[in-house]
C-alpha cells in the first residue's frame, strides 16, 4: 500500500500566485481530510470530504482558499492568490471510514509564499 | 464546543526514564480521545485511542494512557524512553464517531542520553 500520497513535497511560490496541492487518498478510502501546520496556530482543520462530498469548510480561512474532490482517489486544495500567511505545512489524510479517529496523513507539502 | 489543551511544548527526559506528556480536554459529550505522534519530515500516525470501555489503553512502541473522567486528562506514558521515542505528540478529542478531531498544539519530546 502506497499511504496517502501528495504532491508537490515543497513548493515555493511568490507573493499573487495560484498555488495548487495534491491528494491521492489510500484506495478505498471514503473520507479525506485537508490539514494546515503552522507555529504559531499548530494543525487545523481545514476541509472533509465524505464520499468526495464536502462536509465541512468551517476551517477554510477565506475565499482565497478552495478545495475539490472530482473522485475518489484525487483531491486538490487551491489557494489563489497566495500570500505571505499561507505559508505552512499542508497535510491530506483519508479515513476507511467517517471514523474519524483512523486517519492515515500523507507526508505533507511545505509551501512557502515569498 | 470541544478542545484540548497540553501542558509543556517541550519536554525532556533522559534515556531509560519515564516519559509523561499531559492532556487535558474540554468536551459537552462522552469524549472520543486520541494521541498521534509525528516524527521529522513525516505526517501523523496514530498511537493509541480511547473510544469507550477500559479506561487505561495501550499503543504502538509501549506507549499507554488514561482516561480520566473526574480530572478531563489522558496523560500518555512510557515506562522508559528511547531516542526512537523524539518526536512531536498530539493529544486529541472528538465528540462523535462522525465528528472532526480537535487536535492540540503538540508537544516535542526530547530524548537526553
Known amino acids: 500500500d502506497a499511504g496517502v500520497i501528495q504532491s508537490p513535497r515543497h513548493e515555493v511560490t511568490e507573493m499573487g500566485q495560484e498555488v495548487t496541492l495534491r491528494c491521492k487518498p489510500i484506495?478505498?478510502?471514503?473520507?479525506l481530510f485537508w490539514y494546515r501546520q503552522t507555529m504559531m496556530r499548530g494543525l487545523e482543520l481545514l476541509i472533509y470530504f465524505n464520499n468526495n462530498v464536502p462536509i465541512d469548510d468551517s476551517g477554510m480561512p477565506e475565499d482565497r482558499f478552495s478545495a475539490k474532490m472530482p473522485n475518489a482517489s484525487f483531491s486538490t486544495l487551491k489557494i489563489q492568490p497566495s500570500e505571505p500567511r499561507d505559508s505552512a505545512v499542508y497535510f491530506c489524510?483519508?479515513?476507511?471510514?467517517?471514523?474519524?479517529?483512523?486517519?492515515?496523513f500523507g507526508p505533507g507539502t511545505r509551501l512557502t509564499v515569498t | 464546543a470541544q478542545s484540548v489543551t497540553q501542558l509543556g511544548s517541550h519536554v525532556s527526559v533522559s534515556e531509560g526514564a519515564l516519559v509523561l506528556l499531559r492532556c487535558n480536554y474540554s468536551s459537552s459529550v462522552p469524549p472520543y480521545l486520541f494521541w498521534y505522534v509525528q516524527y521529522p519530515n513525516q505526517g501523523l500516525q496514530l498511537l493509541l485511542k480511547?473510544?469507550?470501555?477500559?479506561?487505561l489503553v495501550k499503543g504502538i512502541n509501549g506507549f499507554e494512557a488514561e482516561f480520566k473522567k473526574s480530572e478531563t486528562s489522558f496523560h500518555l506514558t512510557k515506562p522508559s524512553a528511547h531516542m526512537s521515542d523524539a518526536a512531536e505528540y498530539f493529544c486529541a478529542v472528538s465528540e462523535s464517531r462522525d465528528d472532526k478531531i480537535i487536535f492540540g498544539k503538540g508537544t516535542r519530546l526530547h530524548i537526553l542520553p
Open positions: 489524510a483519508s479515513s476507511l471510514t467517517q471514523d474519524s479517529y483512523e486517519q492515515y
Open positions: 484506495s478505498g478510502h471514503n473520507s
Open positions: 480511547y473510544t469507550t470501555g477500559a479506561t
